[in-house]
Nanobody, 123 residues
């Protein structure tokens, strides 16, 4: 198991940027594939982005491709989600998650979750 703590959420105007951080702790934290999900009010939680632990592979939801960039600092056991050109529809609680396997973006494949951080984009 790995423990995850997100930070960096807040209120931003449309077109602005935010960077979310997720610090992972645990003996094997650096060996997990990491992901970001989000849940808007009244909607189901959805996949946003993922970053593999070894090869640097990334994956993005179509809705954020070209605007969001996920990165990873293995030395700090921290992943980041740089969000640019934010839109009001990006408003949601953003969750960091960890998975053993790469290639599936289903919530069920991510066994560890952070508490979430609120991102609000005003129009």
């Amino acid at each position: 198991q790995v423990q995850l703590v997100e930070s960096g959420g807040g209120l931003v105007q449309a077109g602005g940027s935010l960077r979310l951080s997720c610090a992972a702790s645990g003996r094997t934290a650096s060996t997990y594939n990491m992901g970001w999900f989000r849940q808007a009010p009244g909607k189901e939680r959805e996949f946003v982005a993922a970053f593999s632990w070894g090869g640097g592979a990334t994956a993005y939801a179509n809705s954020v491709k070209g605007r969001f960039t996920m990165s990873r600092d293995n030395a700090k056991n921290t992943v980041y989600l740089q969000m640019n050109s934010l839109k009001p529809e990006d408003t949601a609680v953003y969750y960091c998650a960890a998975a053993r396997h790469w290639g599936s973006w289903s919530q069920a494949d991510f066994g560890s979750w952070g508490q979430g951080t609120q991102v609000t984009v005003s129009s």
